[in-house]
């Protein structure tokens, strides 16, 4: 596996990360300890979490890991985005909504609406990043976290907080090694240009259709994490496919493989994350061990493959990023 060395910062990690906001999908402990050590297997040394993921229970499930290996990972949380009281007691329920999900996958989509319903307001003030912090190295099972990420603050959450204070002194302490800001790219920009000092590390969504990463040219003197690869971007590329079969045969013809399948795209669309963010790291999420296996792979490929990859991005130029008439 690829390493990078995070720019401003003496941590050194994996080009790849594993995004543990869908860890608690999965049904068993066994199973969700087995895809966290796949990764690990794989090379993966970055796991990212934040204190709502899982209705809060993922930190305790990614400390479970980490125990015995601590020196050899780097762990990100954040904190911001807390539950309320009904989230917390419906986080104990979590065990039985699994199986009932597993029994009536669309029940999945009721979970989803209902989620919002369990958050309390956002805070991203010194008090709350102290108990949050406190409460992650407990569930983590550690004495401190390499990255502290503030989780999708606006400017105004945090124009006037007193939270940088608070951030520099717990990196003197030792409990974070470095701290930055995670959201969506238009208020990371936002806080890049008016609080440069709080956004040291950014982490954004990007994909090969958005391209979000291209917005922080500007503000590229930093470290960069980028997230969710396939959210967005794989289905727009298999509906597309489904309604534009010639795009399957050209690929066929320029690569010699036969059509995209599903797998194949979404190599390609970590295969581009990768490229565009070559000394950050790119965080990828599956519930699935197969197609971990596969992804892990789009580090280790040789460089052959990226001829394949300026045919998959032209045809994402051309099909989709360009609007048709």
Known sequence: ??????????????????GCAQLMRVSSVRLRQQLLNEAYDAGVCHFDVARMYGLGLAEAELGKFARGKRDKLVLATKFGIDLNPKGTSTARLQGMARRLIAMFPALRILARRHTGTLLAPRRYDAAKARSSLETSLRELGTDYVDLFLLHEPTLDDVTNSDVMEFLNDARSQGKIRAYGISGPIHDVVAICRNVPGLASIVQIPNDAITR???????????????????????????????????ISDRWSKATGKDGMPTDEIAFFLLRYCLQANPSGVVLFSTTKLERLKMLAKTVTEDSSVDSSLRSFLRYVDEEIRTPRH
């Open 1 to 18: 596996m690829k390493k990078v060395k995070l720019v401003g910062t003496d941590i050194t990690t994996s080009a790849l990360g594993f």
């Open 212 to 246: 979000d990463i291209d917005k922080l040219a500007p503000y590229a003197n930093r470290a960069i994490i980028t997230y969710s690869p396939f959210s967005n971007a794989l289905k727009q590329v298999v509906d597309r496919i489904k309604i534009a079969p010639r």
